[in-house]
């Protein structure tokens, strides 16, 4: 169900995008300036692609909201604290050692001290 939501949402959101793209700028950057007709206005004309780029955005909304419902149910009233803490598997309480001829590790050249020399 979540993955069936999930694909929806992404197709209404490349849809959305699409949609408001292919309309027809009023001018201004952001309602400024641009003369009559806009943003600004008390009543504009209800274009084709205005009445579609609503329809997508409040199925958009809805699909957000559905996946949020979605994934909460699906938490099932436990958080990440209340787990367990994670534990090796019997005899793998360290970290393997690598070989030692393995070309991962710098050469060694002795036992000498591991710091960079200090610059005074």
């Known amino acids: 169900m979540e993955n069936v939501l999930l694909v929806i949402h992404l197709i209404l959101a490349l849809c959305l995008i699409g949609v408001v793209l292919l309309q027809r700028s009023e001018g201004g ?9 806009g943003v600004m206005t008390g009543r504009s004309a209800a274009t084709a692609l ?12 809805c699909t957000s ?15 990440v604290t209340d787990l367990p803490p994670a ?3 019997a005899g793998q309480e360290d970290a393997p050692a ?11 050249t002795g ?6 020399p200090r610059a005074d």
């Open 98 to 108: 690598l070989p030692a001829g393995s070309d991962l590790l710098p050469p060694v």
């Open 50 to 61: 205005g009445k579609v780029t609503w329809l997508f955005a409040i199925a958009f909304f």
């Open 65 to 79: 909201i559905a996946l949020t419902v979605v994934a909460a149910r699906n938490s099932a009233d436990r958080s």
């Open 87 to 89: 534990t090796a598997p």
């Open 29 to 37: 950057g952001l309602g400024i300036g641009g003369g009559g007709g």
């Open 111 to 116: 036992d000498g001290d591991l710091t960079p």
